[in-house]
């Protein structure tokens, strides 16, 4: 059974840095999606790197500031959050879908999440 854990989440000053890790129990050819929901609002896909090439997809909001990348040795995915913003707050989880790169759909497994705070 696939299994995804996130980390790295924390309080953070608007404009600063944070980066989160998807440890994976297995990359296969899976895609990987992170999504975020802060209190009262629907789940929001933000960022996803398909399962063969690694193309990657942004959300409007966070292109320019925010990277996923992987790293297939250490079964990691990663969220690097550059320049956030008080609206970036939220709880973040990690996905995997088959393939392509999705924000809606069938996915797989999903974390726990890791919760983001972005103080003004």
């Known amino acids: 059974q696939l299994q995804l854990v996130e980390s790295g989440g924390g309080l953070v000053q608007q404009g600063g840095s944070l980066r989160l890790s998807c440890v994976v129990s297995r990359m296969g050819y899976y895609a990987f999606s992170w999504f975020r929901q802060a209190p009262g609002k629907e789940r929001e896909g933000v960022a996803c790197?398909?399962?063969?090439?690694?193309?990657?997809e942004y959300v409007d909001s966070v292109k320019g500031r925010f990277t996923i990348s992987k790293d297939k040795a250490m079964n990691t995915v990663y969220l690097e959050m550059t320049n956030v913003q008080p609206e970036d707050s939220g709880t973040y989880y990690c996905?995997?879908?088959?393939?392509?790169?999705?924000?809606?759909?069938?996915?797989?497994?999903w974390g726990q999440g890791t919760l983001v705070t972005v103080s003004p």
């Open positions: 790197v398909s399962g063969s090439h690694g193309t990657t």
């Open positions: 996905a995997a879908a088959d393939y392509y790169c999705a924000f809606e759909g069938h996915f797989e497994a």
